[in-house]
Structures are given as C-alpha cells and as structure tokens.
C-alpha cells in the first residue's frame, strides 16, 4: 500500500461472545478522501469504528491508523484522529467554548494556543455566537456542530464521524456535510458511518456498504453503480416534434429507445450521450423542454443489491392494479 | 506488553474539573450544611454534658468529639454515619453519568487512558471530602476554644488531627464503593439505591450480624456459659467479622484516638465510649500504634475496592 494510506484494516473482526459484530473486513483509506461506512442498523458500522479508536478491544485482524496499532499505540492514534461519537454528548452546565477547552486540556494544548484554537474551531462552524452559551440550551444540529469543532480545534488528521447527520433537519444536514467537505479542503482525511444515503453520497468519494458485519460493496459510488445496475447511463429526453425515436437511436453507443410518454424519450448508452442528442433534436428542428442524464443513486445500488427492490415492488402494484 | 506514555497523562485536568464541579454543585452545598448543622448540634449537646460532669479532666477537649447527650449522639457518631453519606452522595453518579451525558466516549477519544479519568474522579471526591472535613474540624476547635475557654494542649490536638486524617480515609472508603458501583449500573439511581443498600447494611446491620455469624462458626462453650462470660473463641470471630465492615474499622481507631485510655480494641461500639474503663492514658504514640492496624485495613479496602472498580472500568463497553 501506498504512503498516502492513512487507515488500513485487515481482516478485522469483532465478536461478541458468540455474536459476530463485524466479520473479517479489509479497507483503507486514503489521504484527504472522504470514505463512506454504509449499511444498516445493526451492521457493525460503529463497531468497526470503535476497534479503529482503540476503545474496544479487537477480536481478530490488523489496524493500523496512520501507521499506528490502536491497540498499542492508543494514545498516538487519539492524538491524531478526532471522533464524533453517534450520539455526541457535551457538558450541559458548561459553555460550548468551556466545553472544548476541557478537551484542549486533555489533548495537552498550552494555554495561549487553546484559546486560538478554540475560537477559530467555533467561527469555523458557526458557533462563535454561542461561545458563552451553555451547551444546555443548545440543539440537536448545533451539538453536532460542535463535536466537530472538538474534531477541528484538535488539529486531527483525520475525522470520524458515526452518523453525523442523524437526527438532523434537511437544512441542517447541508450545513453539516457543508462543513465536513470543508475538513476534506483542509486535507482532513474523513471517516463517516451513515444510512442517510442520498445525503451522503453527495461527500463521500468512496463508500463501503456494510451488511451483517462483512463488506458487501466498495467503491465510488459510480464504480457501484456500473457493478450492481449493470452500468450504463440513462437519459430522458422530453421535446416537441416527430421521429426523434429513431435518429436517437443511430447515436453510437445508444443501445435502446424508450417512449415513456407524449414527446417524452428515455435512451439507454453505455456514456453520457447528452451533447449529442441535444444536436440531433436541434438538427430536426424540434423543440427541446427537457434534457437530463439519471444520476447513479446509493439508494438504487443499495435496494438492488439488498434485494428489496423498489422498483420491482412498484411494478408489481401496477400489475395488480391492472389485473383489477 | 507495555502500554504507550504515562497512564496518568490527563489525571490532573480531569481532576480540576471534577473538583470544580463538585465545589459548585447544589448538591455538595446540601451535604455540607447538612454536615456542619448536624454536627453543631452534636457539639452543643457535649459542650452542655461537659459542664454538667466534667470537673477535672486532661483530655476536656477530646471529650467534644466523644461525649453525647441525649437524645443526640456525640459528634464521632455522627461523622462515622454522614460521612459515608457525603462520599456515595459525590460518587454515586461518577462514572455513569458520563454515560448517560454521552461524553464518556468523546472524552476517551482525547490522549487519555481510562486509568486517569476513573483515578481523576476519586482524587477529586476525595479532595472535595477533605476540604469540607477539614472546614468542620476547624469549627469545632473554634468552638471548642470559644465554648470551653480552655485552650487544647498539643497532644489533643495532635490526637484530634490524626483523628481528621482517619476520617478522610473513612470517607476514601466509602468513595471508592460509590465509584465501583457508578462502574457496575449504568443507572445513576440504582447505583445510589445499591450502594445506601451496602453502607446500611454494613453499617448498622452487619455489627449485629456478625455477632450471630460467630456463633454459628465458633459455637459458645456451656462452661464459660455457665459463668455468664464470653467464650473467647467466639468473641474473636465476632471481632474479625465485625471488622469487615468499615464502620467497624473506623469506631475501633476513633476509640483508640480519642481515649487516650484505650489499651486495647476488643468489640467495642462507639456508644459504649463515654464509660470507657479508666486507666492511665497512653502517650499518642502508643494510641496511633494500637489504631494502626485498622487504619492500614481501611486504606487497604479502599485500595481493593477501587481496583476492582478500574478493572471493571477498563473492560467496559464505551458506547452508551
Ligand atoms: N456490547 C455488545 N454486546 C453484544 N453485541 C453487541 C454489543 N454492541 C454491539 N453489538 C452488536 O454488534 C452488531 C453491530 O453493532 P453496531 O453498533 O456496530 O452497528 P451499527 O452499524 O453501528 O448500527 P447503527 O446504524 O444502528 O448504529 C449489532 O448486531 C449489535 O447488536
Ligand atoms: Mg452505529
């Protein structure tokens, strides 16, 4: 493996007498990427997390986190890796600066550079309002605002992160995966754990999808796409005119026309095939309203590759309505 | 295989802010005031008994600690059961409350070792216990001084010292138990209920207990029966068993402490104190030998304790 790997487990295992909470995965992940842990619940998202802390003990396999055994090295790891527990507890009767200062304490940060630190860490997630505010009052997205001030303020080279956006409102989720791309800019290698796929598929360059302990998938989320729906892009044309169906269709490496409604067209290509569509529809003087590539979806893959199967379910409501 | 740095790295941030949580907690404030009225009436109680009796006595002063009036019990007694009170008060709820506040694992995720969060906590209990025991032994000296009008001499003061630093150990043991059931119940009030349990049962029930255990292990002999005697044997184990129980330990060194007569520690309990057999009284040296084996039992139960507790702590599961 290459320098640039800052966590790589192998072979790790947790068992809990005789439970098995994560069976055997292997992953690493590189500096500055943003990896995704993905699965549901009960899948050993946490667990995994945990034996990569140090704070659980490791039943079998090899971590090594930034070079580091958390086993017997912990205190090398914890100096270097910030953590934001699932549900991140503060401090109510302290304030939220007073809050990290405890921790600056405990992370050894001489006086003058813990306030420096602290204060930046708020201003960085908008908290610096609320600096003398007790934690007390503050809020679900504010909470976790602040766990990740904690994860700034400490310099950490990597950040992981146990289901950041739970819990959170739309608006705060943006706020939130707003911040961790920011910790990536900063060359923040992150380490997410999460079953909000649609949010978080928009931050992770790659993801590992968890199911009952193991590692069922792994890698960008278009790398998935093309393994588990069988690759190839889908375009959906809507215009006004005639005989588009067939000039679509010569377009090399279109490989099928779909008509899914009045002056509505959906191609299926092995590429992006937009650009050239667009210039067929103009070339015939038709009138183009719509033009849209469908995005590889986490929530596809995953129901595809779990085999609930939306879409299947879907049809067949239609065909016992029809049947009716 | 050597664990990396110092075990105790952390120790002293975690036990400032323990100290100055305590400090300003409500519920110190209570146990304190509860503490110092408690005992200010006791100490009223033997001022009055003091210039009712005493004519001439070498160790008036001592007698403020030891002397009772109905229906109050003297100030020792007093300590000897709020004390344990005060220590299961602050540490009930040390570690599990950290649980139930969830910063038990973004606290573990700092450079620190569990050794210097569990050890922090009780330093800082214990500390918080010492400041409130040394304020009540300066009130009562003052008081003693003002009520009696006879200054102490040096021995009773030193007598009375040694006195606080035994109390302080006595409050470390019941410290200690609070935190290892704080370890063992992830529910601060089990944990509360659990240990009030133990120190009630150890306190008031066990004494009895043990007299009862002993005779079931060393049955009396008929013929000391028959002259109305003990039968040693028996007394031994009632003693060994009774001083399984801290409060045991504590009266024992209390006797011995503040009656400079004490030559011996049989089973004796701290009411029976005022008509302690009479004799010339020991120098403190002696006294502090007789009360050392005790003292050496309750720093060394605290110690056991407290071990169990971290090895416990150290296992568990940090997630909440
Ligand atoms: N202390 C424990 N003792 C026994 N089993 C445990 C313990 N902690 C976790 N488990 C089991 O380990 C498995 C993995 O749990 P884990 O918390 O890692 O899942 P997760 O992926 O984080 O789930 P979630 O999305 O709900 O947070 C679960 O089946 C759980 O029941
Ligand atoms: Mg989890």
Redesign the interface.
């Known amino acids: 493996m290459s320098t640039d790997v800052v966590i790589e487990a192998k072979g790790l295992t947790k068992n809990y007498g005789q439970a098995v909470a994560v069976d055997h995965i292997s992953f690493a992940v590189g500096r500055g990427e943003i990896f995704g842990l993905l699965g549901p619940n009960g899948a050993g998202k946490?667990t995994t997390i945990?034996m990569l802390?140090g704070?659980?003990d490791i039943s079998a396999g090899e971590v090594r986190v930034l070079g580091f055994d958390p086993a017997?090295?912990?205190?090398?790891v914890?100096?270097r890796?910030?953590?934001?527990?699932d549900?991140?507890?503060?401090?109510?009767?302290l304030t939220a600066a007073d809050n990290l200062r405890?921790?600056a304490?405990?992370?050894?940060f001489k006086r003058s550079e813990r306030e420096k630190r602290v204060t930046e860490a708020l201003d960085q997630v908008g908290l610096a309002e609320f600096a003398e505010k007790r934690v007390g009052t503050f809020s679900r997205g504010m909470r976790q605002r602040l766990?990740l001030a904690?994860i700034l303020m400490k310099g950490a080279q990597i950040a992981i992160l146990d289901e950041p956006t739970s819990g959170l409102d739309p608006h705060a989720t943006t706020e939130l995966l707003a911040i961790i791309r920011g910790l990536k800019s900063e060359g923040v290698s992150v380490l997410l754990s999460s079953h909000l796929l649609d949010r978080v598929q928009s931050v992770c360059d790659r993801v590992a999808l968890f199911s009952g302990g193991r590692i069922a998938l792994m890698g960008s989320v278009a790398e998935l796409g093309r393994e588990v729906l069988g690759g190839g892009y889908v375009v959906d044309i809507e215009a006004e005119g005639a005989g588009f169906a067939e000039r679509l269709a010569l377009i090399p490496g279109v490989s099928g026309v779909e008509k899914t409604g009045i002056g509505k067209l959906r191609l299926h290509a092995d590429r992006d095939v937009r650009s050239e569509a667009a210039a067929e529809v103009v070339a015939m003087h038709g009138r183009l309203k719509y033009l849209g590539v469908q995005e590889v979806s986490l929530d596809a893959i995953y129901s595809r590759y779990f085999e609930t199967r939306p879409d299947e379910e879907m049809t067949m409501k239609e065909g016992a309505r029809h049947a009716a | 295989m050597r664990r990396e740095g110092s075990a105790f790295s952390g120790l002293g941030v975690v036990m400032l802010k323990e100290l100055s949580d305590h400090l300003t907690s409500v519920r110190m404030r209570v146990l304190e005031w509860l503490v110092v009225l408690v005992a200010l009436a006791a100490l009223y109680g033997a001022v009055q008994q003091i210039e009712d009796t005493t004519a001439q006595d070498p160790f008036l002063f001592l007698r403020l600690f030891t002397t009772s009036r109905d229906p109050l019990p003297s100030f020792v007694s007093f300590i000897s059961f709020l004390v344990p009170l005060m220590a299961i008060g602050l540490g009930f709820d040390a570690v599990n409350g950290e649980y139930n506040r969830r910063t038990l694992s973004r606290i573990l995720a700092q450079p620190i070792y569990r050794d210097a969060l569990l050890f922090g906590k009780f330093l800082a209990g214990l500390v918080t216990l010492a400041i409130s025991l040394i304020t009540l032994w300066l009130i009562v000296i003052g008081l003693g001084l003002l009520l009696i009008g006879v200054p102490p001499g040096g021995e009773e003061i030193g007598r009375s010292f040694l006195f606080l630093f035994v109390t302080i150990v006595y409050a470390g043991v019941w410290l200690t138990l609070a935190l290892l059931f704080s370890v063992l119940f992830r529910s601060p009030a089990t944990a509360a209920l659990v240990t009030l349990g133990v120190w009630l049962f150890l306190m008031f029930i066990w004494p009895v207990l043990a007299g009862a255990v002993a005779q079931i292990i060393a049955p009396p002999d008929p013929r000391y029966l028959a002259l109305g005697l003990q039968t040693p044997a028996t007394a031994v184990t009632e003693q060994i068993l009774a001083r399984l129980s801290p409060s045991t330990l504590f009266a024992e060194v209390v006797v011995a402490l503040l009656d400079p007569t004490t030559r011996s520690l049989g089973p004796i309990y701290l009411s029976q104190l005022q008509g302690a057999v009479l004799g010339a009284p020991l120098p403190i040296g002696e006294s502090m030998l007789i009360a050392w084996p005790q003292t050496v039992g309750m720093i060394a139960s605290a110690i056991l304790v407290f071990v169990v507790g971290y090895v416990i702590f150290q296992r568990q599961e940090v997630r909440a």
Do not use: A, Q
């Open positions: 946490t945990l802390l704070l659980t017997r090295e912990p205190l090398s914890k100096r890796v910030g953590y934001l527990p549900t991140v507890g503060f401090y109510d009767g405890y921790t304490r405990l992370i050894g766990g904690e």
